[in-house]
């Protein structure tokens, strides 16, 4: 894709298997890339020539300044943040209030403390954020509070940035996976795509769950030249689910007549 090579990128939540994906992404379009991550051992396994690693805890503004200095005395410069960094941290209406501060704190407004420290390198390039929202934003989901709205929150965000940011050049997107083979999907089944994929088929349209890099190939567009007048929106890579609303991938009606 146009307007890739010799960029910089930061990815917070770069260690995790989503953020792995966009690194390598990254990498390929020769995009060098600042991983910024609170797991060391995966975050270090990342570095070459073209990646480096800097651990970091979004909720601490100190290391976010930190993040953002040496990545431009590493790199030169920035002009991507892919924010991919997030707390599934939700016990639904029982969630303390540290709790929804937790949430808060690392799925939101981490990402937009680094914004602002980032923001004179962003308007100097006229670089781009990609926010990571969810199909979970949209629709209700059984005893899930805390990470479905903070993922509606980073929506609103998304569009409220755009507006602000777009004097300066900033361009603002949002994409917003389905079920994707993640960490969180790992550990929920011992390692079990096939399963993984079963379970998801009710809830696709096309019947499974996303490979990370086909998450990570919508990031790559937002942030190329191929994407220059598209600003505050969110893609919905997420395999039919939010078209299918409350239907599944199979007909109610025979239901009826058993």
Request: with cysteine.
């Amino acid at each position: 894709m146009r307007g890739l090579k010799g960029k910089v990128a930061i990815v917070p939540g770069g260690a995790t298997k989503i953020g792995v994906a966009v690194v390598e992404a990254f990498r390929a379009h020769g995009v060098k890339v600042m991983v910024a991550d609170v797991n060391v051992e995966g975050g270090q396994a990342l570095v070459n020539e073209d990646v480096s690693f800097k651990q970091t805890d979004l909720r601490d503004d100190a290391q976010i300044a930190d993040l953002v200095a040496a990545t431009k005395k590493e790199f030169g410069r920035i002009d991507f943040l892919v924010n991919v960094a997030c707390s599934y941290l939700d016990n639904g209406m029982t969630s303390t209030r540290a709790e929804w501060l937790e949430s808060l704190d690392v799925n939101v407004i981490g990402s937009v403390m680094l914004m602002q420290a980032a923001h004179k390198e962003l308007a100097k390039n006229k670089g781009a954020i990609v926010n990571f929202g969810s199909i979970s934003a949209r629709v209700a989901q059984t005893g899930r509070w805390l990470y479905p709205v903070s993922k509606a929150a980073i929506l609103q965000l998304t569009r409220n940035q755009a507006m602000d940011l777009a004097p300066d050049g900033i361009r603002v997107n949002a994409v917003s996976p389905g079920w994707t083979w993640s960490n969180i999907m790992d550990e929920l089944t011992g390692g079990d795509r096939e399963k993984t994929n079963k379970v998801a088929s009710d809830f696709h349209l096309l019947g499974r769950v996303a490979d990370a890099e086909e998450v990570a190939n919508s990031v790559m567009f937002l942030c190329s030249d191929e994407a220059t007048f598209i600003t505050g929106t969110d893609i919905q890579v997420d395999g039919g689910y939010g078209a299918m609303g409350p239907e599944r991938a199979a007909p109610a009606i025979p239901l009826l007549m058993e």
